[in-house]
């Protein structure tokens, strides 16, 4: 149900915000006057990148499929629009290093004495980064998790239920004992919940742990190459997954584990990443090298060229 509020959240700022001001403009009023080449012009004035472009593409179909449904419009004419050309993302995460900066700046991101219980503030923080590194779930699946999906295995190492496929098959990950320690460290806030009381809307919670978050990332002032790093929540998730295949875990399991609808949107973000596909090329191109340590041809001997001595003409 929360997942459907979000997405219902996202339907309502590309509606209110854009398209609706966007026809507002125009002076269209009812959905029957958005024709094709209306819905392109739409399209063409986003400002987005190709990836965010298609993703809202996406949600203009599905409404214009939901009003042809009901036999407000005709047809489909959005199924028309052709996806805009999405290049590669832009794929950072945290280094090892850096992950360590991190934890050591929640202790000093926040100094202010006020809120509820402030004197754990910097314990939550901490908490809050390691469980979002090492399960790769996003910064709104983070707030809502709930405590029963915590659990430990017969083999004593705990883990995480991420989530159900839709064949009710669990996809569980395995958490380091240090995570399972900041969490222990921090007094719970709800009993079904690590990181929100279960008041309120999700997404308001989201927005106080962005904030709080850009502080630790202000604190821990990230550097490379002699300049700051840009920092954003979502840079957990990408560790979670680089590091993963990193280690040598396969894309097919990585993409799995984090939810994707297909490997191919994996393979988008994170192929470049995937060490065990880099060694099984590598493997692949030394699979004819026997050749080259076969013993070498003898040196074809060079034919003697005689040459005929010039003579003289008798005149001179």
Not at 45 to 67: A, H, I, P, Q
Not at 148 to 153: D, M, P
Not at 286 to 295: H, N, R
Request: proline residues 4%; charged residues 30%; contains cysteine.
């Amino acid at each position: 149900m929360a997942r459907t509020l979000w997405t219902l959240t996202h339907y309502e700022g590309l509606f209110r915000r854009q398209l609706s001001p966007w026809c507002k403009l125009r002076g269209i009023h009812f959905v029957d006057e958005l024709t094709l080449d209306l819905l392109t012009k739409f399209r063409n004035s986003l400002k987005n990148l190709g990836t965010v472009k298609n993703r809202k593409l996406s949600r203009v179909r599905s409404f214009c499929e939901f009003c042809a449904d009901r036999r407000w419009v005709a047809t489909n004419v959005a199924k028309k629009i052709k996806r805009s050309q999405e290049e590669a993302p832009d794929i950072d995460y945290f280094q090892p290093e850096e992950m360590n900066a991190l934890e050591n700046a929640c202790f000093i991101s926040h100094r202010w004495e006020r809120g509820r219980d402030y004197e754990y503030r910097d314990k939550r923080l901490r908490a809050f980064i390691l469980f979002a590194r090492w399960t790769g779930l996003s910064i709104i699946d983070c707030v809502r998790f709930e405590r029963y999906r915590l659990r430990r295995n017969s083999d004593g190492v705990w883990t995480v239920l991420l989530r159900r496929m839709k064949n009710g098959n669990p996809v569980f990950v395995a958490v380091p004992p240090k995570v399972i320690e900041a969490l222990n460290s921090i007094p719970p806030v709800s009993d079904q919940y690590f990181f929100w009381t279960g008041n309120g809307r999700p997404q308001t919670a989201v927005r106080g742990w962005r904030r709080s978050l850009e502080h630790v990332f202000k604190a821990a002032k990230l550097k490379r190459s002699g300049k700051f790093l840009r920092c954003h929540p979502h840079m957990f998730r990408h560790t979670f997954a680089i590091e993963k295949l990193l280690g040598g875990a396969s894309l097919e399991d990585v993409s799995l584990l984090l939810g994707h609808s297909s490997t191919k949107v994996t393979e988008r973000h994170y192929l470049k990443f995937d060490q065990r596909r880099q060694d099984r090329l590598v493997r692949a191109s030394m699979s004819d090298w026997e050749q080259a340590e076969s013993p070498k041809p003898s040196p074809a001997k060079r034919a003697k060229v005689l040459r005929m001595a010039r003579t003289t003409d008798a005149g001179d």
